[in-house]
């Protein structure tokens, strides 16, 4: 079977085609993606622009061409935070759907979590015990911890890289007081959860997972796409600590020259070291495995499941 996903999120909207069996593992099979930036395209009341519905409204036409092209027999399609936060997010949705035909399902920042989780899980497997999963997004963090599929705790915070670069970071660099401020808030913000997530026991294995924390990966020198999806990665608290005053010293244009971060996502990789930084910190977190499943994966291997228990 040839499944599609179209990934509505706050940077990117993604269509990524598989070759798909029940039990198998997902082959990809092609991959189209724009820097839309959606949550960029908003009025003064957090509504998407016009603009911004027309972006979306034309890139959803051009990934029901390609999965036509690709001869794809399912397709899915979600959103996330840009979408589900927005005041006409409904409205927009229902332009999607009477201009396209296509149905955007939106997922709670609990679901993100949680099919996240179990993208992770399926990629290490059980061997690995106790897992806790820190996905760094545009407009969201997502924690997840427990030791079967669906995770015993899946929280969702306001900590993504592209919101607190909007909110907090503005400047080419931004000021040392800024981000001292917003280190403060981001740390203020997870300490208030770190309860709720110890509940989960103890981690045999902390995994991080995204671009985001796939690109300060690579910046801190972990191997490049090139090399292929096995290859191990890791993302260590010491080297997230040196990011944060590295990118903190450098501009954007200085940023997108770094392995692994676009012109596009460039501004936001300082917040995104930030919220790592805290994060790790506050967990107790020495190292990050980096797995190259995430979301989209997640979403397939539960269509998955689905079919097989159908």
């Known amino acids: 079977m040839r499944l599609g996903v179209i990934d509505v999120g706050s940077n990117t909207v993604h269509l990524l085609v598989v070759d798909a069996h029940v039990g198998a593992h997902p082959l990809p099979a092609s991959s189209h993606k724009i820097e839309l930036r959606l949550a960029e395209y908003v009025d003064a009341d957090g509504s998407i622009a016009r603009s911004g519905a027309d972006a979306l409204v034309e890139f959803t036409r051009e990934c029901l061409m390609i999965a036509e092209n690709q001869q794809v027999d399912d397709l899915l399609a979600f959103a996330t935070s840009a979408i589900r936060e927005a005041p006409n997010g409904e409205a927009v949705l229902a332009r999607v759907r009477q201009e396209t035909g296509v149905e955007l399902h939106v997922l709670s920042g609990e679901d993100e979590s949680k099919l996240t989780f179990l993208a992770v899980r399926r990629w290490f497997g059980w061997s690995s015990g106790r897992l806790l999963v820190m ?98 990665r890791t993302l260590g608290r010491k080297n997230v600590g040196a990011l944060v005053s590295r990118l903190g010293a450098m501009t954007v244009a200085e940023r997108s020259q770094l ?4 012109v596009g996502r460039a501004p936001q990789m300082l917040a995104g070291a930030v919220v790592a930084e805290a994060a790790m910190d506050l967990l107790g977190i020495e190292r990050l495995d980096i797995c190259p499943w995430a979301l989209r994966e997640g979403v397939i291997l539960r269509r998955l499941d689905w079919i097989s228990a159908g």
């Open 135 to 232: 996905d760094i997004g545009g407009g969201s963090l997502e924690l997840a911890a427990g030791i079967d599929e669906v995770p015993d705790v899946a929280l969702s915070l306001p900590l993504g890289a592209g919101r607190l670069t909007r909110s907090s970071l503005a400047g080419d660099p931004p000021r040392p007081a800024q981000v001292k401020a917003v280190r403060k808030q981001v740390r203020a913000d997870i300490t208030r959860v770190l309860g709720e997530v110890n509940k989960a026991g103890v981690p045999d294995r902390f995994v991080g997972t995204s671009k985001t924390l796939r690109s300060l990966a690579r910046i801190a020198g972990a191997a490049g796409s090139t090399v292929g999806p096995y290859a191990v």
């Open 259 to 262: 392995p692994a971060v676009s």
